[in-house]
């Protein structure tokens, strides 16, 4: 059973435009939700987080929106530029991460 | 430079061959751990360690054997692996088991053959 879900492989936007990425979760224990994003031949790096007791969270371009009643977040960034290009996994959180299977973004200039 | 590294960064090798991965981090954290990433599969936690003791271990083939010598330091010891076990290894810390955000090394790309 796949707890957290990314179910679109790929977005592609344009430079200045708002990338949306979403997630969607079956386990309503987890207790907070976390973005990270990897580029090739990298490890995932940590973007951003959201507790489940709060429905945003702003950090610069990256603002986190949490919908509990639909099991569902998302990613904005805005505005995208062609180095936000990469995977992007969520992951929901109890006393382990659970990764969802990633969406690769693509910024084009 | 996330303060968690991996070597080897690629490691081919026979399914006859031992073969172990290492992971260092130094930045005080408690809890390690080794995720399995395959092509277009979620990350797959495969173990858990906290204050050096395994916590958990998800399933595991035993030819995969990890190992906590120290809280810096987790090795993932590999044998009789399979093709199928092909995929990047990802090695990650965190101040404390559980849901806190964990810094991830490079990974190991590991190609049996």
């Known amino acids: 059973d796949q707890q957290v879900k990314q179910n679109s492989p790929s977005l592609s936007v344009q430079e200045g435009r708002i990338s949306i990425l979403n997630c969607d979760y079956t386990n309503s224990m987890f207790d907070y939700f976390l973005w990270y994003k990897k580029y090739p031949a990298e490890g995932p790096t940590f973007l951003i987080s959201i507790s489940s007791i709060k429905d945003k969270n702003e950090d610069g371009r990256f603002t986190v929106f949490l919908n509990k009643s639909a099991k569902h977040l998302s990613l904005h960034i805005v505005p995208s530029q062609p180095g936000d290009s990469a995977v992007y996994f969520c992951?929901?959180?109890?006393?382990?991460?659970?990764f969802g299977t990633g969406t690769l973004l693509a910024v084009q200039p | 430079e996330t303060g968690v590294t991996q070597t080897p960064r690629h490691l081919v090798m026979g399914m006859t061959n031992k073969k172990s991965l290492k992971c260092e981090q130094h930045?005080?954290?408690?809890?390690m751990y080794w995720y399995k990433q395959s092509a277009k599969k979620p990350l797959e936690l495969m173990f858990v360690y906290s204050l050096e003791e395994r916590v958990e271990n998800n399933s595991v083939p035993s030819r995969f054997s990890p190992e906590c010598p120290n809280s810096s330091h987790l090795f993932l010891h590999l044998h009789t692996l399979q093709p199928e076990d092909s995929a990047l290894y990802l090695c990650a810390s965190s101040r404390r088991q559980g849901g806190t955000e964990a810094f991830f090394g490079q990974g190991t790309r590991l190609t049996v053959v």
């Open positions: 930045l005080g954290h408690n809890a």
């Open positions: 992951a929901g959180a109890t006393n382990k991460l659970i």
